[in-house]
């Protein structure tokens, strides 16, 4: 059976968020990223196969190793999804602070 990979759904893993922190610096083989979880490989590798299908990561050969790395036009996605919100709470946010500041000047 072929799901269709949702990126959300897939970055909603917290072993999945880690494995992107880790290939966001550098392209690392499954075996290196597995070397930092305590899970068996079968599993980090499940976790690849998701990534890799909503296209959160990319695979590229070098010889007989498969590396993979972060693909950045796919988190930019991500990240322009979520700007609305983030300054949705930033609005709110600086909002409540001139509150607390015009409530503090009052009680000075």
């Known amino acids: 059976m072929n799901l269709r990979r949702d990126v959300f759904q897939a970055i909603a893993d917290p072993t999945r968020r880690a494995i992107l922190l880790l290939v966001a610096s550098q392209a690392m083989t499954a075996g290196a990223i597995a070397s930092n979880f305590d899970t068996a490989r079968p599993t980090v590798s499940k976790h690849l196969q998701i990534l ?15 590396y993979y790395h972060l693909n950045p036009n796919k988190m930019k996605e991500i990240a322009d999804f979520i700007e609305p919100f983030r300054q949705f709470w930033d609005d709110r946010f600086n909002k409540l602070e001139e509150i607390m500041k015009k409530y503090k000047n009052n009680q000075a």
């Not at 890799?52 to 498969?66: A, D, S």
Request: with cysteine.
């Open 52 to 66: 890799t299908e909503c296209e959160l990561l990319n695979q590229q050969q070098n010889g007989r190793e498969i």
